[in-house]
């Protein structure tokens, strides 16, 4: 009997180490593909002559990606977008110095606010029913928070009054913010729809 547990015992440790490796490779896949999708939405850019803070898509990416992956891959993966970035490679929006110094530079506040905003739509998207208002509330909070720590670091970095940072880093983004937060909304709940009927 007890020989019979050892050699169920072996299979088991057999078949799970694969199943293990398996999701490390899955994961390691979706964070370098979800970052490499934050790039790719930061070179859709239009800069403003007002203003260093280009509109651009990534708030969008991040905020998709909280919706659609669960909190560590979100987090892992604007992490991983930030390391790329800071490293020198191209995936900051091109309207900027680049690297580390693009990082730290006045638009730095909303590249940093991006691991925080991931994770946390994630946690709101799952807390309840995955529905559009859900989503509305879940993205909007996260680009809230995106303006927020964007407009806080460029008014420390300018030494500018309130009422400019919020002309120059806030406002502007605003209905743009919007249209992004409910585009975010209705692909998570397409996708939650589809997840569904696939079981």
């Not at 994961?27 to 490499?36: D, I, K, Q, Y």
């Not at 905020?63 to 979100?74: D, E, Q, Y």
């Not at 303006?147 to 983004?173: D, K, N």
Request: net charge positive; proline share 7%; aromatic share 8%.
């Amino acid at each position: 009997m007890d020989r019979n547990v050892g050699v169920l015992d072996a299979g088991s440790r057999a078949t799970g180490a694969p199943s293990v490796v398996s999701s490390l490779l899955r994961g390691a896949g979706l964070v370098l593909a979800g970052s490499a999708f934050v790039a790719v939405c930061a070179h859709v850019a239009v800069p403003l002559w007002f203003t260093p803070v280009p509109v651009t898509m990534q708030p969008f990416a991040a905020i998709l990606l909280g919706l659609l992956l669960g909190p560590r891959l979100a987090a892992g993966t604007m992490l991983a977008y930030l390391a790329e970035g800071a490293a020198g490679l191209p995936v900051f929006t091109p309207h900027g110095l680049g690297g580390i110094a693009q990082l730290l530079g006045p638009t730095g506040g909303y590249l940093l606010s991006y691991p925080v905003v991931a994770p946390f739509v994630s946690l709101l998207w799952r807390a309840g029913a995955r529905n559009f208002s859900r989503g509305l509330i879940a993205a909007g909070a996260g680009s809230l928070i995106t303006l927020a720590m964007g407009a806080i670091w460029f008014g420390m970095w300018t030494h500018t009054a309130p009422t400019v940072v919020l002309s120059h880093a806030v406002l502007p983004f605003l209905p743009g913010d919007v249209l992004k937060v409910c585009a975010a909304a209705g692909i998570a709940v397409g996708v939650s729809r589809l997840r569904r009927q696939n079981g």
